[in-house]
Nanobody, 123 residues
Framework: QVQLVESGGGLVQAGGSLRLSCAAS????????MGWFRQAPGKEREFVAV????????SYSDSVKGRFTISRDNAKNTLYLQMNSLKPEDTAVYYC????????????????WGQGTQVTVSS
């Protein structure tokens, strides 16, 4: 069992930056591939980024590539999402998710989810 708690969301102006964190419970965090997803009001959940268990391999959606960076610190059981050059269209609730086996952007293949943290980007 893995419990995930996101933090770091807030209100920021367009062009600004935020860093989201996802704290994981348990001793097996380092064995999970971790992803970030987001959901805007009235829209479906969207894949943002994924990182493999070791932190060596990462992938991003086209909409955030070059602006967002996913990383992890296995010693601290924490996942991060550094978001730069934020745009109003990045406004959403951001979720972290964990998968023991799957690496990719299909949300339904993830085993555990956090509660989400709100990110609002004003124009």
């Amino acid at each position: 069992q893995v419990q995930l708690v996101e933090s770091g969301g807030g209100l920021v102006q367009a062009g600004g930056s935020l860093r989201l964190s996802c704290a994981a419970s348990g001793r097996t965090f380092s064995s999970y591939n971790m992803g970030w997803f987001r959901q805007a009001p009235g829209k479906e959940r969207e894949f943002v980024a994924v990182i493999n268990w070791s932190g060596v391999v990462t992938s991003y959606s086209d909409s955030v590539k070059g602006r967002f960076t996913i990383s992890r610190d296995n010693a601290k059981n924490t996942l991060y999402l550094q978001m730069n050059s934020l745009k109003p269209e990045d406004t959403a609730v951001y979720y972290c998710a964990a998968s023991r086996i799957y690496y990719g952007g299909r949300g339904y293949d993830y085993d555990y989810w956090g509660q989400g943290t709100q990110v609002t980007v004003s124009s």
